[in-house]
């Protein structure tokens, strides 16, 4: 029986100690393992003792190698998810949606269905919320560029910061600033007005509807000035007369007192007869008595019940 030729056991025997690698947790793969083989065989010329030598040599530094590369993976800790950005261009009227990089390096955070793209380039970005929620982090602008979000009621306009802006259909825009200042500035006509960090400023709609959120929403002042601002400008009379009243009783309810002296006394002027005529009469006077100005408020008493003797309010004035 012919014996095995040595170099062929050598072979076999350093192929049996490479075999583990290939299926080791690393990038030391089978071509690799076959690869230092071949390396060593090729050493002709070699000692034989120092070809064994070696091939163990580098099947141990292979093995070290591939537990060094697992233990390594294992003890990795996972990478964070990435940050979901867009993927698709933002054309004009496309909806926005999650976690989006713009083009102007301004990252953006929408919840809502009412939310769409008008303008996005690297000069200029400006967003349509109609209903929803936008979170903006936005680099500083460098001149020339802009970055506003527009609701039905205010556009809000930054020059580097982090803000907030949401809108609810039913008649409030509101503003909050993280970070830097942004200017608002309500369709309407309004002044616009500077908010700053930490602040936060509500555009209610000019109707009664949008009274009725601001005072649902404790903003009483924006409330009295939606109400005051209807008082001159509803349509009808009666319309004007029932929103002055309106916004008298909130002020007589949380206002300053002197602001509703100064109220009452400007509608009992403008409304010396008609609907509401001794209500407001009597609203001054009372609210003079508020103010502890008692000599006036016994006067407009006085006066009250000249002008409405057998008024409903007439009696309540007297004895003050």
Known sequence: MTSEPIEAREAEQARALLAPLRDAPSAWDEARADAVWDR?????????????ALTFAAAAAAAGLAVGLALTS???????????????????????????????GAQVEA?????????ATADETRLDL??????????????????VVETPLAAVEV??????????????TEVRVTEGRVEVRPVDGRPGRLVGPGETLRVQRLDRAGAEAAEDAGDLSQAVAILQRLAEQAPTDLERRNHALRAGRLLDAHGPVEDAVAWWA?????????????EFAFRHADALRRAGRLDEARAAGAALRARFPDGARAAETRGW
């Open 111 to 119: 919840v809502g269905a009412g939310i769409r793209v008008a303008t």
């Open 266 to 278: 400007r509608l009992r002027v403008r409304h010396p007869e008609g609907a509401h005529a001794e």
């Open 74 to 104: 294992a003890r990795r800790p996972p990478a964070p998810a990435p940050v979901a950005e867009s993927a698709a261009p933002l054309a004009p009227g496309a909806p926005l949606r999650g976690r989006v990089a713009l083009p102007s």
């Open 159 to 172: 020059r580097g910061t982090r803000f907030t802006v949401e809108h609810h259909p039913e008649g409030a």
């Open 130 to 147: 109609r209903d929803g929620a936008v979170e903006s982090q936005v680099p500083h602008l460098a001149a020339g560029q802009r970055y």
């Open 40 to 52: 060593i065989v090729e050493a002709r010329g070699a000692d034989r003792r120092r070809r064994v």
